[in-house]
């Protein structure tokens, strides 16, 4: 009876049987519908928010939250007591972070890019990487704890030369003020403070600065949030108020095997990913339907087990979870390519060569020892991530994604005057002439 639940649940289906609309439909994934949450609650609270950034924090964290933490910024100080306290009590939990934070300190210190310049025609030209002035990253609450997402936001804007980093992280109910862990990974990084708000308000605050909390107008914002986090931060980013990572919607795995693959890690694989919330999507695309069959039963059998978060991760695998059996491997490259998933597993015989022939996801795990949680919390690549296609044109936070690359130009006399004839044409074709091509040309006019 179970069994039939299941195979209700999640379908086995032949990729290649698929209509072009029906494969379509899975590759777009529907993604969360902004307009209503924009136009209705972020608009609005962004007028407030202009008006007062520090009242309309404390107003709609009241309404949201039901309460307004006293101290709204937790600073360095209060962080460094929180950390010695809760090292104390959780010398493990701690030992364990620390240890992460050397692996991601040690994979983002390579990313460091160096400018350079050369002489091209006759002038010295060249780039050259400064870093953020502020920055702010959201830290989600809610469903579950995300100390890791402080190793992986602060860490690569700290190796980025970042000089302010401020962590926004909604306060918990119970307790008024943002968990412990949450503070103690922050002061352990090196964020300069904790504002203990979340929400579209706090993502408005950041990018409008609250200066009677001596927090500036950030440059950039980024890390994972809900719907209300994820409209605030395409609203503020398509006024041109600061940076954003990328579009943050439901997270995301799609499992590339063949009959050398484990069943029962690719069940659990798919299963920790449908853990993280009720739209969460777990793709399996299998070349042996022996193996397909078997992590199906794997699923099911997980599934009834479990206790803390069962319904979530049924309810995400009954929405989102599919299995597809694909001709062979390159057939399932193909539509991994096409659907650009956040997170992408491999595990085959031929997991260097497939790897070769990916052009579109966020991160890639290969092999029966790379599931996805090791990259999510200590292996030193980052967990922040592009969703919903924009692997397709974006990349993972990284030490890159905190810097300005600037050009720069030293032209020679001699440089100069071999532009000029061919600067002449072009200003004249684009109408730009009077005074595009003449600024070149008035340097000559007394030689």
Known sequence: MILQWIMALIEIQNLSKLSAKEKKAVIQRSSLNLDDVISETIIPAAKKTAENSLEALKYYTEKFDGFVPN??????????????????????????????????????????????????????????????????????????????????????????????????????????????????????????????????????????????????????IYGPGNIYVSAAKTY??????????????????????????????????????????ENACAILLCASQKTAEETLSHVEAAIEKRGERREITRESIQRNGKIYLVNDLNEAVEFSNAYAPEHLEIQTREDDALLKKINAAGSVFMGDFSPVAVGDYYSGTNHILPTARACRFSSGVSVHSFMRRITWQKCSQDGLKKSLEPIRVMSKIEGLYAEHGYSVEARFEKS
């Open 71 to 220: 101290p709204l910024s937790l600073e360095k100080e209060a962080l460094e007591k929180t950390f010695e306290k809760y090292k104390k009590e959780n010398a493990d939990a701690v030992k364990a972070f620390e240890i992460a934070a050397k692996n991601v300190e040690e994979f983002h210190k390579r990313q460091v890019p160096e400018g350079y310049e050369a002489e091209i025609a006759g002038n010295l030209l060249g780039f050259k990487f400064e870093p953020f002035d502020n920055v702010a990253l959201y830290v989600p609450g809610g469903k579950a704890l995300y100390p890791s997402t402080v190793l992986m936001g602060v860490i690569p804007a700290k190796i980025a030369g970042v000089k302010d980093i401020t962590i926004l992280s909604p306060p918990n109910k119970e307790t008024g003020c943002v968990p412990e862990i949450v503070q103690a990974v922050a002061y352990m990084t090196g964020a300069d403070r904790v504002l203990q708000a979340g929400g579209a308000q706090a993502v408005l605050a950041a990018a409008m600065g609250l200066d009677d909390l001596g927090i500036p107008e950030v440059d950039y």
């Open 236 to 277: 503020v980013f398509s006024k041109n108020l600061c940076g954003i990572d990328s579009f943050a919607g439901p997270s995301e795995v799609l499992i590339i095997a063949d009959d050398s693959a484990d069943p029962y890690y690719l069940a659990h694989d798919l299963l920790a990913q449908a853990e993280h919330d």
